[in-house]
């Protein structure tokens, strides 16, 4: 397998899937479509939506089963970055390389492209898929992006600011909830897809969590190192704004460290499924050496 080429040819059916299943963009609200496109379709990894893909396929989806379940989680995750980069949040300028929705628009319809987004992914599950499996895809996300874990997260994330009383469990938690509940519910979704067993489906539970994580770790890491022009996003802005990191608690070397043993765990996890894990392997491996 060439790790480089089967990305490519997920990524390009990630593309391919969001011109297909978003509004056009000249129907009427036109700025508002303009603007979900704007932000949907500015690239980025795309790590989610390949997630949903390789792990449908890996347990025997055929065809495009999974694409619409795989747009569905890039519209909500596309949906939580344009609020979180609003005035009232991060207050941030740029995103994946380009001004944000609200510098390139403006906040009210940066706002309300979040919400069309957040909306419509939900209706593309109802619209796509039926019976038990609309159910449980319906409920995963839900689940990953609800009070308890993705809005929870952020709201911790914020009030975890400049707080010097802020801990290690108060880190945790805001990890696992803002950015490894969703690369869970990818890996879960695509299994629910494929036809993965209930054994199956909670250990890749378990290499979500590991691989959240370690994918957050490194987002710290390099926020501390990286610069603006290869992140595509402001540098340093983290530390600007006093927020908690695993950087600012451990350190540099123990965040490398840390970063290290999640990806090393959710391979562990990985081996107990089929043996068809390969490019979800070394896309495991490319989380925690990444530079962007």
């Known amino acids: 397998m060439d790790f480089a080429s089967e990305l490519s040819r997920l990524v390009a059916r990630v593309e391919r899937g969001i011109e297909t299943h978003l509004p056009p963009a000249d129907t009427r609200p036109a700025r508002l479509h303009e603007a979900m496109r704007y932000s949907l379709q500015a690239g980025g990894k795309r790590l989610r939506p390949v997630l949903v893909l390789a792990t449908a396929e890996l347990f025997g989806a055929k065809d495009d089963t999974a694409l619409p379940a795989a747009v569905a989680i890039e519209c909500l995750h596309t949906y939580s970055l344009i609020h979180d980069d609003l005035p009232c949040m991060d207050n941030d300028d740029l995103r994946r390389g380009r001004p944000t929705a609200h510098k390139a628009f403006d906040e009210a319809t940066a706002l309300l492209a979040g919400d069309a987004l957040l909306t419509h992914a939900f209706a593309l599950l109802a619209e796509n898929y039926s019976g038990p499996l609309a159910v449980n895809l319906l409920r995963e996300l839900a ?136 490019f979800l392997a070394a896309l495991i491996e490319t989380t925690a050496t990444r530079k962007t």
């Open 143 to 278: 689940n990953a992006a609800g009070s308890r874990r993705l809005i929870g997260g952020q709201m911790e994330d914020l009030l975890a600011e400049k707080n010097p009383a802020a801990t290690a469990a108060d880190l945790e938690f805001i990890h696992v909830n803002k950015t490894a509940a969703m690369i869970e519910a990818a890996l879960v979704m695509g299994g629910r897809i494929g036809g993965a067993s209930e054994t199956q489906i909670a250990t890749l539970r378990a290499v979500g969590r590991h691989l959240g994580l370690a994918f957050q770790i490194t987002d710290d890491i390099l926020d501390a190192t990286a610069d603006t022009a290869t992140l595509g996003k402001t540098a340093g802005k983290d530390a600007k704004a006093g927020k908690i990191t695993f950087v600012k608690l451990h350190g540099l070397d123990s965040s490398r460290r840390f970063a290290h043993e999640h990806s090393t765990a959710a391979l562990e996890a990985l081996a107990a499924l089929p043996p068809r894990t390969r």
